[in-house]
Every structure is written in structure tokens, then in C-alpha cells.
Nanobody, 115 residues
Framework: QVQLVESGGGFVQAGGSLRLSCAAS????????MGWYRQAPGKQREWVAG???????RYADSVKGRFTISRDNAKNSAYLQMNSLKPEDTAVYYC?????????WGQGTQVTVSS
């Protein structure tokens, strides 16, 4: 079982930046992939970015060029650097870790972007 704890959310003005962190309770070296998702009020949870154990990254079109996902296996952590934030990026952001066929979720961290 992997427990994930997100941090780094907050309130920021449009155009600003935030860096989200996701700390895992055990080594994530064996985990195939880690990702970030978000859920805005009244909307379904959507995938934002993902990174494989080898470091390959993918992004949703809505954040491509603005967000950067990374991981540090030595620190059992993953990160999401968010730049040029827009009001439509406002959501609860969740970290996810996939081990085998199981996906583990964090509790989420709120990001609010004002116009």
C-alpha cells in the first residue's frame, strides 16, 4: 500500500506560479507511473500530466507548455510545476501512483487562481 500526501496548493493571481509536491510513504522506484489529476467544482476529475519510471512525460493539451511534471525517486516524491496559471486551472489537484493494476490516490490540494 502506498500513501500519498500532496502539498503546495494555494491562492495565486492569474499569470502566477505554484509548485505542487507529492510525497509517497514508501519507495516509488517500482511504481510504473505517477501522475497529477484535477477536479474543478461540478466537473469530473481529469488527467493533467503523467511521468513514467523512466522519466517520460505527457501532458494534457490544456496545460502543455505551462506545467512540468517531475519525480525524484530518491526522495519518493513527484512534483508539478505550474506556470502562467489561469483561472480555469482552479481545482483540487490529486497525485496518483500506479503500481501494477492498482492506482493509489492522495487526498488532494486546492489550487485557486484569481483573475
Amino acid at each position: 500500500q502506498v500513501q500519498l500526501v500532496e502539498s503546495g496548493g494555494g491562492f495565486v493571481q492569474a499569470g502566477g506560479s505554484l509548485r505542487l509536491s507529492c510525497a509517497a510513504s514508501r519507495s516509488i522506484f517500482s511504481i510504473a507511473g505517477m501522475g497529477w489529476y484535477r477536479q474543478a467544482p461540478g466537473k469530473q476529475r481529469e488527467w493533467v500530466a503523467g511521468i513514467t519510471s523512466g522519466g517520460s512525460t505527457r501532458y494534457a493539451d490544456s496545460v502543455k507548455g505551462r506545467f512540468t511534471i517531475s519525480r525524484d525517486n530518491a526522495k519518493n516524491s513527484a512534483y508539478l510545476q505550474m506556470n502562467s496559471l489561469k483561472p480555469e486551472d482552479t481545482a483540487v489537484y490529486y497525485c496518483a501512483a500506479t503500481a501494477g493494476v492498482t492506482t493509489h490516490w492522495g487526498q488532494g490540494t486546492q489550487v485557486t487562481v484569481s483573475s
